[in-house]
């Protein structure tokens, strides 16, 4: 998988979390944790542009650690929304399920990275 396969990936992870979002009912419990899940979902996308503009192997480095975080915390609140939503159960899992997919490249490339960069 090359980078514009995978800014496509991140977009399309951004862009199903809002649309789930809409779907949702609006309640005291959905709100926050949509408003976070907004935020931590289209994240990943644009720290991953960044990091492709990086400086240095560090700064790369560093930015994808930014995109594993937000990864990390857009599974957490898709994992709350899902106890709280059944009826979303089958589209929550699937977007957990791509967050997990993308998560597991983002980690790798970090290892693959440091692997090769041991000073890094």
Not at 53 to 74: G, Q, Y
Not at 84 to 90: A, E, I
């Amino acid at each position: 998988m090359n980078s514009e396969d995978l800014k496509k990936r991140f977009k399309k992870f951004a862009i199903n979390a809002a649309l789930l979002i809409k779907e949702l009912p609006t309640d005291a419990i959905n709100i926050p944790y949509s408003n976070q899940l907004i935020r931590s979902s289209s994240s990943p996308g644009a720290n991953y542009r960044a990091a492709c503009r990086a400086k240095s192997t560090a700064d790369f480095i560093n930015k994808l650690k930014i995109v594993e975080e937000e990864l990390d915390e857009s599974i957490y609140f898709l994992e709350l929304l899902r106890y709280f939503n059944s009826k979303f159960d089958v589209q929550i899992q699937t977007l957990e399920e791509e967050g997990d997919e993308l998560l597991a490249i983002i980690v790798k490339s970090i290892k693959t990275i440091k692997d090769k960069n041991p000073k890094s």
